[in-house]
């Protein structure tokens, strides 16, 4: 039975109060309610803009939450623990308003606060509730005399806000994408739930149209991949999507990061490189060269350690908003800045992008960390402090992130999060109470979408040398193949000496811009004991 007890009292109580008297007590939410026991079976009038924050039991009993604001997630906006933190958990907890739709019926149907649509979304607002306040042992609550109006925060339908961009980059948790192997514990429990769940992720990546997808939550193995390909071929044969084979084996509902891109647009360079400090199969690095211009950027995709379980050490909860396994998500984000400049000369270019549900929210550890680092919050920069990617009981803030190294920082052109997902009620997931055939609630996090408009790279020819060496030099890396044992000097061309080095491996790269060198010609010479090379590689950063 839905509350039946309570409904029964806010009922009794409406209709008392209906024919008792015409009086209407205007307040306002939630200042008012300091001492709200006073309104109790009364009929109270709100004349502001009250949020839709929470949608968890609109389906079962018709009820959802509503506040004065959208609540943030504490550590979105304040640092974990500090006063400020400690102040907006007390006032997220306060400012929360059940809207009931005073029935006992569960699973009413229709569900209430829909108007002339199917859905309500949280980030919908209305002007005015007009209502009868109780107090109940699950929250304060209003159940209207008049019927609510609720506007705002409409379903998107594209991105829209990326600027003049060349390249279209996406990070998205695909919430367990499994294409075979179901079991329920994780992800679909059987092939139909499965075509579900691909039909509505078809849908969202075909509304994205990226030209590189990096995703996350996805099946190991090619298999996933491949189906997610292959669909968005039969949907558009021009983009030629491909993915990028990482050697993974089918593990059950085991998933990792992933690559999709279009091999009309932009092809890899060089191999996919791997990070498996922590969780193995969830960071990852693939560099990119655009084809109409040779430009290039790397990606790094990074699904890290989440929030949930019980940790011991430094992967308690502190409680200080960050939850469990904070001391892994450190680990990762440290060596995910020491993966990138590896990457950096592994790829030859200096412009990073670093994307994927890192499970920190933006004042978190993991991502100040970055920050620290000068690794700019895309977010944060074209969004502001009211971005967020995911809803979690009535506040919302960034688990999924896009950040970029200062190289390729002014090379963006805008960053967007798809609101496709987040605002979404669950029961329309593929294992919904009521599934619909769109790409909303694809899955439980926003994707994020990054626009570049990246620099034309002009990388010298190769310079071969005794046959097996090779140097290479542009896009702010010089490189040598072939170089173990050999020491390596540069000079300027008026013969200054400006670094030397022993090299200790057999593919040896280095940044132009660890060396502070500006674009010009310089003098390699590789000497070993038996011979010296020299040869003229001009340098472009």
């Known amino acids: ?255 990792k990061a992933g690559y999709l891109y279009k091999a009309s647009k932009v092809k890899p360079i060089r191999q996919l490189q791997s990070n498996d400090t922590g969780v193995k199969h969830r960071k990852k690095a693939q560099g990119f060269e655009v084809l109409a211009t040779g430009a290039r950027f790397i990606y790094m995709i990074n699904h890290f350690k989440a929030k949930s379980g019980k940790g011991s050490g430094d992967n308690a909860d502190k409680g200080d908003g960050q939850s469990t396994y904070n001391g892994d998500r450190v680990r990762e984000a440290t060596a995910v800045i020491t993966f990138a400049k590896s990457c950096a000369s592994y790829f030859g270019d200096e412009d990073v992008l670093i994307m994927g549900d890192l499970n920190a929210y933006s004042l978190e550890d993991p991502i100040r960390i970055f920050t620290d680092a000068n ?21 919302v803030g960034c688990l999924d992130h896009a950040l970029a190294n200062k190289t390729i920082e002014n090379q963006v052109t805008g960053c967007e999060v798809f609101h496709i997902n987040a605002d979404e009620a669950s029961v329309f997931g593929y294992d919904g109470y009521s599934y619909q055939n769109n790409m909303y609630r694809s899955s439980d996090h926003d994707p994020v979408v990054v626009g570049l408009k990246l620099n034309i790279s002009t990388p010298t020819e190769s310079i071969n040398m005794n046959d097996n060496r090779i140097v290479y030099g542009g896009n702010g890396i010089i490189g040598i193949a072939a170089a173990e044992d050999y020491k390596i000097d540069i000079y300027s061309t008026t013969g200054q000496l400006i670094y030397t080095d022993r090299i200790n491996t057999n593919d040896y790269t280095i940044s132009t811009s660890e060396l502070n060198l500006k674009n010009g010609i310089y003098i390699i010479k590789l000497s070993d004991e038996n011979n010296s090379i020299v040869e003229k590689l001009k340098i472009k950063k």
């Open 375 to 395: 690794y700019t919050n895309l977010i944060k920069k074209f969004e502001g402090d009211e971005g967020y990617s995911y809803s979690y009981r009535g506040t």
């Open 1 to 255: 039975m839905k509350r039946f007890f309570y409904t029964f009292i806010i009922l009794t109580i409406a209709i008392s109060n209906i024919f008792a008297t015409n009086e209407v007590i205007k307040l306002t939410w939630p200042d008012d309610f300091k001492n709200a026991s006073q309104y109790v079976g009364k009929t109270i009038e709100l004349n502001q803009t009250l949020y839709v924050t929470n949608t968890g039991n609109w389906n079962k009993y018709g009820e959802i939450t509503l506040s004065s604001k959208r609540l943030m997630s504490p550590t979105e906006v304040a640092l974990p623990g500090s006063a400020e933190y400690r102040n907006i958990v007390a006032e997220n907890e306060f400012d929360q308003l059940i809207l009931s739709d005073g029935s006992n019926e569960q699973y009413p149907n229709p569900r209430p606060w829909t108007g002339d649509k199917d859905y309500i979304r949280t980030g919908a607002y209305t002007n005015k509730i007009v209502g009868v306040f109780t107090i109940e042992e699950y929250g304060y609550t209003i159940t209207p005399i008049e019927e609510p109006m609720f506007e705002g925060n409409e379903r998107p339908i594209e991105i829209a806000e990326l600027g003049d961009y060349d390249i279209k980059v996406c990070g998205f948790n695909l919430k367990i994408y499994i294409a075979t192997e179901w079991d329920g514990d994780y992800g679909p429990a059987s092939e139909t739930e499965a075509e579900k769940q691909h039909a509505k992720i078809v849908k969202a990546l075909a509304a994205i149209d990226a030209d590189v997808f990096g995703l996350v939550e996805v099946q190991q193995g090619q298999v996933a991949l491949e189906k997610l390909a292959n669909a968005l071929n039969a949907l558009d044969p021009s983009a030629q999507y491909e993915y990028i084979n990482d050697g993974t084996q089918v593990y059950g509902t085991y998933t």
